[in-house]
């Protein structure tokens, strides 16, 4: 029988047809541990059922297990930035992100619950303090995480006031931090990310956690400093102890004022 000789054209063709069916082979078998967070957005409170016109701002993150999902999240966030994880953190962050939605929602409802607290000074009957986080955890439930909760309580002190912190929508403000029983702002992630989701859009007053004192060169404010610095962002960036400290700035506001430097 006389054996066949393929032609240089067919060569090439399955050449082309073959090396990236093995990159891609490749980049699913080579496994890779690592944890993503992307900038993300901001959000008015409003969407939480609040009569507010301040911003909560959410990142997007996630993990990894191979190259092709990082070449794909890659492709589909900006400022995407990637922590290698060792075998324990690894464990640690696929349960977080895929079986915990009963904890993270449980973080969610006390910062939500907290923030009524905190503002509920008109708020008279038991039942309609419950209410009112029912409502609000009702709205948020695309949302995970209790990050939120200093922009929730802002929002409920102009909805309870009747005022508007934006000056009638002159000034975008946003911000990030938990929200203790009494008032105390807590320390969050990702405040890179943020910091990059505020300046994206535009913010004009960006609320931080103030816990330098407490958490020194690992705190947020440590943490935005160097960002802000390093990354050259415009961007006035306000650290807050309390939720009162954060009502003073606004009620206080004068344009320009930047307190984080």
Not at 104 to 122: F, L, M, P
Not at 156 to 165: I, Q, T
């Amino acid at each position: 029988m006389k054996s066949m000789k393929l032609s240089k054209e067919i060569k090439i063709s399955i050449a082309l047809v073959a090396v990236p069916l093995v990159i891609s082979f490749l980049l699913i078998l080579l496994p890779v541990q690592e944890e993503y967070t992307a900038r993300g957005e901001i959000a008015p409170v409003s969407d939480l059922g609040i009569n507010g016109s301040v911003h909560f701002t959410y990142v997007y993150s996630g993990i990894i297990e191979n190259y092709l999902d990082k070449f794909y999240v890659f492709l589909e966030f900006d400022d995407v930035e990637f922590i290698t994880l060792d075998d324990d953190e690894y464990e640690f962050y696929t349960e977080y992100y895929v079986g915990s939605d009963a904890e993270e929602d449980a973080y969610k409802e006390q910062t939500v619950a907290n923030a009524v607290h905190v503002t509920a000074s008109e708020i008279g009957e038991e039942d309609v303090f419950q209410d009112k986080i029912d409502d609000i955890l009702y709205h948020s439930a695309e949302y995970y995480g209790d990050s939120m909760g200093l922009m929730v309580a802002i929002g409920l002190v102009e909805e309870m006031n009747n005022v508007d912190y934006s000056r009638h929508g002159s000034l975008t403000i946003a911000g990030t931090g938990t929200l203790e029983y009494d008032g105390t702002v807590g320390s969050i992630g990702a405040v890179k990310q943020k910091l990059f989701t505020a300046a994206a859009n535009d913010v004009d007053i960006f609320f931080i956690p103030k816990d330098e004192d407490i958490y020194g060169m690992y705190s947020n404010e440590s943490e935005a400093r160097q960002v802000l610095r390093e990354e050259n962002l415009d961007l006035n960036v306000v650290p807050v102890e309390t939720l009162d400290d954060a009502i003073e700035y606004l009620e206080n506001y004068d344009t320009g004022k930047v307190l984080l430097q």
